[in-house]
Nanobody, 126 residues
Framework: QVQLVESGGGLVQAGGSPRLSCAASGRTFGSYNMGWFRQAPGKEREFVAA????????VYADSVKGRFTIYRDAAKNTFYLQMNSLKPEDTAVYYCAADVTWNFQQATKIGEYDYWGQGTQVTVSS
């Protein structure tokens, strides 16, 4: 079991740089891949970024590549999504998720993830 709690969302101006946090508990930290997804109103949930269980690899959606960074702090059992140069189209509920299968080749697939947080709203004003 992995419990995930997101925080750090809110109302941000375009161009802003908020950081989302995902506090993890339960299963040993670092024993699962972690991903960030988002869902905008009226749209399907989509992949944003993922980090391998070892921390050695990351992958990003093309829409956020070069603007967002996923990383982790093992001492705090927390994963982060640093978001820079935000655009109004980044407005969505952001979710962190854990994949306990270690199959990082499928890290962009929603169905690969076993545990999800409750989500945190990010609204970007123009």
């Amino acid at each position: 079991q992995v419990q995930l709690v997101e925080s750090g969302g809110g109302l941000v101006q375009a161009g802003g740089s908020p950081r989302l946090s995902c506090a993890a508990s339960g299963r040993t930290f670092g024993s699962y891949n972690m991903g960030w997804f988002r869902q905008a109103p009226g749209k399907e949930r989509e992949f944003v970024a993922a980090i391998k269980w070892s921390g050695s690899n990351t992958v990003y959606a093309d829409s956020v590549k070069g603007r967002f960074t996923i990383y982790r702090d093992a001492a705090k059992n927390t994963f982060y999504l640093q978001m820079n140069s935000l655009k109004p189209e980044d407005t969505a509920v952001y979710y962190c998720a854990a994949d306990v299968t270690w199959n990082f080749q499928q890290a962009t697939k929603i169905g690969e993830y076993d545990y999800w947080g409750q989500g945190t709203q990010v609204t970007v004003s123009s």
